[in-house]
């Protein structure tokens, strides 16, 4: 696991900054939670794992969303999910050769 110490040249740098100019010390929340998070922060860009999937599932929501305007029914809205989502050619292929 990656440690970070909180005594690095950038943060010591940033509160030096923060504390000889008064307009910089609403910054100092933005650092305090820097130095709270880095750990997780350096994780993430040493890790491989994205968020990809999520965004192409928010995608299929927002476009089922759009399409089902104008319908009061969450079965009609998950039904719409499962239309777009749905890998119908593949299926239909299928079962075509069968």
């Not at 860009?45 to 995608?59: D, K, P």
């Amino acid at each position: 696991m990656i440690n970070y110490s909180c005594n690095s040249h950038f943060i010591k740098h940033a509160e030096k900054q923060i504390e000889e100019e008064p307009l910089l010390k609403p910054m100092q929340k933005a650092l305090d939670t820097f130095k709270e998070q880095r750990d997780k922060i350096a994780r993430r860009w040493a890790s491989n794992h994205t968020n990809a999937r999520l965004e192409g599932l928010n995608s299929l929501f927002q476009s089922a969303k759009s399409r089902a305007r104008g319908y009061r029914n969450v079965k009609t809205f998950i039904s719409m999910i499962y239309m777009i989502g749905a890998p119908i050619q593949e299926l239909l292929k299928d079962a075509i050769k069968a």
